[in-house]
């Protein structure tokens, strides 16, 4: 079975370090990989996705991934968190065929410290 | 819009009681998903379906039932619920299949003691 692997549970920073979030999928063939973000009292959103090409994808608010695929690795970066970064960071992925579900990783909780 | 709302909140079940949990959306999509979230773990799907009339078992259907009849609504059935539906519950929809976004509800927060 599919399965997504993040590897920290819950991260503390403070604000202007820099990030990464590990995200790891067991799948051999072609994947789609996604990071979504929860806000807390929010839903979940998409901060970025990664179908095809430029390894390196930029999301929103200054986050980005970049996909290694000898690695089967999708880390989320981001050079300076900010106090508002604080949520929990959901790492997905789907395949191209069949239904669109996603198959997510059990999430990162982001604490950054003013 | 309000994009995928979700209803109730909150929800305390006893075991062997029934309910519905409802979804719906306004952005005219055409799939839409059921997803549990239990402590610590990822979401898992339940059901998915991508059209009205049409749906499909996920990873962890066991327990549950859905229908889909109009394009904007997916309701997810449990009808006798045990401890271990103790989740929160996500739907979640998107405009087409592979690749398009998915764009989630609030949850709703169910106990069942």
């Known amino acids: 079975a599919q399965s997504v692997s993040q590897h920290n549970h819950h991260v503390i920073l403070s604000e202007a370090a820099s990030l990464e979030l590990g995200c790891n999928y067991s799948y051999g063939g072609t994947v789609n990989l996604f990071w979504y973000v929860q806000y807390p009292g929010q839903h979940l959103q998409l901060l970025l996705k990664?179908?095809?090409?430029?390894?390196l994808v930029k999301g929103i608010k200054g986050f980005e991934a970049e996909f290694i695929k000898s690695k089967f690795s999708f880390n989320l970066r981001k050079p300076s968190v900010q106090w508002s970064d604080t949520a929990e960071y959901f790492c997905?992925?789907?395949?191209?065929?069949?239904?669109?579900?996603?198959?997510f990783g059990t999430g990162t909780r982001l604490t950054v410290i003013p | 819009n309000a994009g995928v709302t979700q209803t109730p909140k909150f929800r305390i079940l006893k075991i062997g009681q029934s309910m519905t949990l409802q979804c719906t959306q306004d952005m005219n999509h055409n799939y839409m998903y059921w997803y549990r979230q239990d402590p610590g773990m990822g979401l898992k799907l339940i059901y998915y379906?991508?059209?009205?009339?049409?749906?499909d078992k996920g990873e962890v259907p066991n327990g549950y039932n859905v229908s889909r009849s109009t394009t904007e609504d997916f309701p997810l059935r449990l009808e006798l619920a045990a401890p271990s539906q103790t989740s929160v519950y996500f739907c979640a929809s998107s405009y087409s299949g592979q690749g398009s976004e998915q764009y989630f509800g609030p949850g709703t927060r169910l106990t069942v003691t």
């Open positions: 990664y179908f095809s090409g430029d390894p």
């Open positions: 997905a992925v789907n395949r191209p065929q069949g239904a669109n579900n996603l198959f």
């Open positions: 379906s991508v059209g009205a009339g049409i749906t």
